[in-house]
C-alpha cells in the first residue's frame, strides 16, 4: 500500500509540475507565433499520436464514434480549440512574468469551476462552503491580477479583457472535463483521442478561416523552428506525459486525493518565473496563497472522514472544558 501510495504522488507530482512549467514555455513560444496557428499546431501534432496510441492500445474498433460523433466534436471543440486559443491568446496579450501566474493561478481554479458546471448541468447546488471557497478563490485571482493594488484597474482594461479571456479558457477545459463523464464505458484514452482529433478539425477551420481573412498569417520556417523546442514540451511532456500521469496518479490515489495537487500548478509557474529572474509582488503571493488555500480546505471538508475528525475533536474540546469546570 505504501509502494501504491508513493508512486501515485510522484505521477501527480510529475503531472503539475509538467503543467506548471507549460505556461512559462508558452510565454516564449507566443513571442515568435500566434495562438491560433501554436494551437493548430500543438494540436495536430498530439491528435494524431493520441490516434496511434489509441489504435495500438484498444484496435481499429476504437476508433469509430459509434453515432456520437457530434458529442464529441463540441467537447473536442470546447476543450482543444475554446481552450487553446483564449488561454494562450490571454497569455499573449498580458505576456511576460504576469502573463505566466496570471494563466497558472487562474486554471488552478478550475476544480471549483467544475462545482458551478455540475450545478449548473445537474441543478445539484454546491455546499455553502464550496460556494464560499469559489469566492475566496476568485478574490485570490484579483489579489494576483492586480498585485494587491487595486488602483491598477484605472489603466489595465486590456489586462481584465486578456484575464476574462483565460477564465473563459479554464471554463471551456472545465466542460470539456465534465463531458467526459458522458463517456464513462469508454477509457480515458479513447475519449482524448477522439475529441482531440475532432477538436483540431474546429481549430484548422477557425485559423484557416482567420488566414483567409488576413487576420492571421501562416508562420515562416524560422517561427517554427524558434519554437520546435517549446512544441516538444508542449505535445510530449505537458501534453502526452503529463496527461498520462496525471490519470495513472488519480487511479492510484483516488481523484479526491489527486485534484489535491493541481494546487502546485500556480506555485511552479511561479517558481520558475523567480528563479528567471522575475520579483513576485507582496499582492501576487498572498493571492495565490488564497487561491490554493481555498482548493485544499474545500477538498478536505468534502471528505467525510475529515468532517467526523474535525467533529471529534470539537467535541473532545468540549468534554475538556466541561471536566475543567467540574473540577473547579
Not at 37 to 54: K, P
Not at 162 to 183: E, P, Q
Not at 193 to 219: D, Q
Not at 302 to 307: K, L, S, T, V
Request: hydrophobic share 50%; charged share 10%.
Amino acid at each position: 500500500m505504501g509502494n501504491r501510495m508513493t508512486l501515485g504522488v510522484l505521477l501527480c507530482l510529475t503531472a503539475v509540475s509538467s503543467w506548471g512549467g507549460m505556461f512559462p514555455v508558452m510565454e516564449h513560444a507566443l513571442r515568435f507565433m500566434d495562438p491560433f496557428y501554436l494551437t493548430m499546431v500543438r494540436y495536430g501534432i498530439a491528435s494524431l499520436l493520441f490516434l496511434s496510441m489509441l489504435y495500438a492500445s484498444e484496435g481499429r474498433r476504437a476508433l469509430a464514434t459509434e453515432g456520437r460523433a457530434a458529442s464529441l466534436w463540441v467537447f473536442g471543440s470546447m476543450g482543444f480549440a475554446g481552450f487553446g486559443f483564449l488561454v494562450f491568446f490571454g497569455q499573449q496579450k498580458i505576456s511576460g512574468h504576469e502573463g505566466v501566474v496570471n494563466a497558472a493561478v487562474i486554471m488552478a481554479t478550475m476544480p471549483l469551476m467544475s462545482a458551478i458546471v455540475t450545478w449548473l448541468t445537474s441543478g445539484k447546488r454546491p455546499t455553502t462552503f464550496t460556494l464560499a471557497a469559489i469566492v475566496l478563490a476568485f478574490i485570490g485571482v484579483f489579489l494576483v491580477v492586480t498585485k494587491g493594488d487595486i488602483r491598477l484597474l484605472k489603466s489595465m482594461d486590456s489586462r481584465f479583457l486578456a484575464d476574462l479571456a483565460i477564465l473563459a479558457g479554464a471554463f471551456c477545459w472545465v466542460f470539456y472535463t465534465w463531458g467526459g463523464s458522458r463517456f464513462s464505458e469508454w477509457s480515458p484514452l479513447r475519449y482524448t483521442a477522439l475529441t482531440c482529433a475532432l477538436g483540431t478539425i474546429t481549430v484548422a477551420g477557425l485559423t484557416g478561416f482567420g488566414t483567409a481573412a488576413g487576420w492571421l498569417h501562416v508562420p515562416h520556417g524560422s517561427q517554427l523552428h524558434s519554437v520546435a523546442w517549446d512544441l516538444g514540451y508542449m505535445v510530449m511532456v505537458a501534453g502526452i506525459f503529463g496527461v498520462f500521469a496525471w490519470n495513472a496518479g488519480n487511479r492510484l490515489l483516488g481523484s479526491v486525493n489527486g485534484v489535491l495537487f493541481i494546487n502546485l500548478v500556480p506555485v511552479v509557474a511561479l517558481a520558475i518565473s523567480v528563479i528567471s529572474g522575475e520579483k513576485a509582488s507582496p499582492g501576487e503571493l498572498a493571492g495565490a496563497l488564497l487561491v490554493i488555500a481555498s482548493l485544499v480546505s474545500n477538498n478536505l471538508l468534502g471528505r467525510p472522514e475529515f468532517r467526523f475528525a474535525l467533529v471529534r475533536l470539537s467535541g473532545l474540546g468540549r468534554n475538556e472544558g466541561e471536566g475543567a469546570g467540574l473540577d473547579n
